[in-house]
């Protein structure tokens, strides 16, 4: 068992959990992930380390609640455990002096470019971060990507905060007003790591995207994670999760992660109607997540 040593909501639906696992937070490097499983019939998820503190053996993980299994993750609080966390899986990012990178980080996926965006600083780079959200409630991380890069720029969908409009939008900016970019870094929505992608392509800047398909093992073992790229298949787990974004086939991606989308709906609406009965039935009881594994 893995203990939760601090959880705390961050933005609405998206909570920061503090993990006691020594072995992972002594290994991590920038870019690579865990799988975790909440119960013994739970779902193995993929989810990226934010940051690890070796000294104090834990790692951080951000996570939005999207589906059944990131609901009863966002239940637990400080002090409960995880069943299973394995890891570091993944390669790590590529860090070295490039000259100017760019960091993108789309809602959550702010939590995912951070650690990379620190690193590409520690190495000498002048570190451009773009984050965004739908709305200001929604953009995390800000202070952490202000203290790790040279320049922050915020953008939010609904103009509720900083400038309104997209990544790619402040990205595009950046370009035509003669801004030197030697790499960009992208992790958010498949449409928006898309975009980014089509942006840079024209510009011919390499730029990275770090994927989060449908995955299991974690070992390559399963081929739930297969991408194409360069019209290859490779496997996120073992050979990502981070590919030149203009070798990924967006369109194989946008369709395998979809494969599942009936099913997680009818899992998620059967969650929510166990769990209002279980209120119903006992009010006094506390939320038992393990109570309510997926069937």
Do not use: W
């Amino acid at each position: 068992m893995f203990k939760i040593v601090h959880a705390q909501f961050i933005a609405p639906g998206i909570k920061r959990f503090i993990i006691e696992a020594p072995r992972i937070a002594r290994k991590q490097r920038p870019g690579q992930f865990v799988i975790i499983r909440i119960c013994e019939s739970g779902e193995r998820i993929p989810l990226t380390i934010e940051r690890s503190d070796p000294q104090n053996g834990t790692v951080n993980i951000v996570v939005q609640s999207m589906g059944k299994t990131t609901h009863l993750l966002n239940s637990l609080e400080t002090g409960d455990s995880l069943l299973d966390i394995v890891g570091p899986l993944g390669k790590p990012s590529e860090i070295a002096h490039f000259g100017t990178v760019v960091a993108i980080g789309g809602g959550v996926g702010t939590a995912m470019a951070y650690p990379t965006a620190a690193a590409m600083k520690q190495a000498g780079n002048h570190v451009i971060s773009i984050i965004g959200g739908r709305s200001k409630d929604l953009v995390i991380l800000e202070r952490e990507m202000r203290e790790v890069s040279d320049s922050v720029f915020v953008t939010t969908d609904d103009g509720s905060y900083a400038d309104k409009g997209l990544v790619t939008d402040k990205l595009r900016h950046l370009i035509d007003s003669g801004t030197r970019i030697d790499l960009v870094l992208a992790v958010g929505p498949i449409p928006m790591m898309r975009a980014v992608a089509e942006v840079t392509r024209k510009e011919n800047i390499r730029t990275v995207v770090s994927l989060n398909p449908i995955m299991i093992d974690g070992t390559g073992m399963c081929g739930g994670c297969r991408v194409l790229v360069d019209g290859k298949s490779e496997f996120a787990c073992v050979d990502g999760p981070e590919f030149e974004a203009s070798r990924v086939d967006f369109d194989v991606l946008v369709q395998r992660n979809s494969m599942y989308r009936d099913a997680e709906k009818r899992s998620m609406e059967n969650y929510r109607q166990e769990l209002a009965a279980k209120k119903t039935a006992a009010t006094s009881e506390p939320a038992v997540p393990c109570a309510l594994e997926a069937k």
